[in-house]
């Protein structure tokens, strides 16, 4: 198994600019979240998907979209990128659709955005 | 919403000795506490979580602590090995909340 898988790993956008950041998972996991790690502020959760048809907002949700594609894949658009979207950013899943209980992270996605 | 506060930020000790990592939380009715490690580099991995049905649990060199009261929680790592170095996130949800909030993270050093 891969587990949570990331694309792409490295990413440079002027601002303005529009991306889709993919995650899936190969665990047959309900819930798949995104997260977004900036320096001394830790994880932060943008949005997340409980079940396959679901998602809801997170901490910082302002400034990205996402979709539930298929319960392997929950994708992050940005719609028009900006400096502060700056971060490095983690896709996790976790097995059962009511949280608390282990999440795995896929390992990252660095966004650079000019 | 959940308000997750973890110290120290930075934590230096030598191989051998024990590290202590604390968080407290703001909301009574949070009930997961999971602890994930990271190496540089490298995703965040589930080192061990506790629930608040229990005040304590251990794996091996690790140890996690709960206070309900207090509304704190600690890590605790003893013989602390170079390997141990990583950053170390504190995070606190309900247990059927998909919404988990993290610490800000302590970057422990273990020196040889």
């Known amino acids: 198994n891969a587990g949570v898988t990331q694309t792409p790993k490295f990413q440079v956008l002027k601002t303005g600019q529009s991306m889709t950041l993919q995650c899936a998972q190969d665990m047959n996991h309900n819930s798949m979240y995104w997260y977004r790690q900036d320096p001394g502020m830790g994880l932060r959760l943008i949005y997340y998907?409980?079940?396959?048809?679901?998602?809801d907002k997170g901490e910082v949700p302002n400034g990205y979209n996402v979709s539930r594609l298929n319960k392997r894949e929950f994708s992050l658009r940005l719609e028009s990128a900006a400096p502060s979207q700056t971060s490095v950013y983690f896709c996790a899943s976790s097995e059962v659709s009511r949280g608390g209980e282990t999440q795995y992270f896929g390992p990252g996605t660095r966004l650079l955005v000019l | 919403g959940e308000n997750v506060e973890q110290h120290p930020s930075t934590l230096s000790v030598q191989e051998g000795d024990s590290a202590v990592i604390k968080c407290t939380y703001s909301d009574s009715a949070s009930n997961y506490f999971p602890w994930y490690k990271q190496e540089l580099g490298k995703r965040p991995q589930l080192i061990i979580d506790?629930?608040?049905?229990?005040g304590e649990k251990k794996d091996q060199r690790i140890a996690v602590t709960l206070n309900k009261t207090a509304k704190h929680f600690s890590l605790h790592i003893t013989e602390t090995q170079p390997e141990d170095s990583a950053v170390y996130f504190c995070?606190?949800?309900?247990?059927?909340?998909?919404?988990?909030?993290f610490g800000a993270g302590t970057r422990l050093t273990v020196k040889p």
């Open positions: 506790i629930r608040s049905n229990v």
């Open positions: 998907s409980a079940s396959e048809g679901t998602t």
């Open positions: 995070a606190a949800t309900l247990y059927n909340n998909n919404d988990m909030r």
